[in-house]
């Protein structure tokens, strides 16, 4: 629903073979939830899908989640406004997504905010679940 934002995500999503019985899991599960009534699911889901994709596209162990992309976008586009608004995305999900997982204090999130910055790295996550299909 919410965080299957593009029928285009989905679609190349589910023609990859990545090979991961978990992420299918993750993808599935979050495509079927509402981010407004689940919103720190959501937002810890979306963190975890991140990372699964960017261990499966390569990630060594010990880099960190934005560093990874940060080094993927830098090689993929060149239009800096564009690279600036992808890297802030991947931080702010990776943030967030840490401080709920991690932090013992509920929070108040505005979900809107996550479907926001998930459409915005969806050119990103088409690239990424490319090359990780690639590996595989």
Request: charged share 25%; net charge positive.
């Amino acid at each position: 629903r919410d965080f299957c934002l593009s029928r285009g995500l989905g679609d190349v999503y589910k023609r990859q073979t990545l090979g991961s019985v978990k992420l299918d899991q993750l993808y599935n599960s979050m495509c079927s939830i509402s981010l407004k009534q689940h919103a720190s699911l959501m937002f810890v889901g979306a963190w975890t899908f991140l990372e699964a994709i960017a261990t499966l596209a390569g990630k060594e162990a010990g880099k960190s989640l934005d560093g990874f992309y940060n080094s993927k976008i830098n090689e993929w586009y060149n239009d800096r406004g564009f690279k600036a608004e992808l890297k802030s995305s991947i931080k702010y999900i990776a943030d967030e997504g840490n401080v709920i997982k991690h932090g013992g204090q509920a929070h108040s999130f505005d979900a809107r905010h996550l479907a926001m910055h998930i459409q915005i790295i969806e050119p990103l996550l088409l690239k990424m679940i490319d090359l990780a299909a690639n590996k595989n």
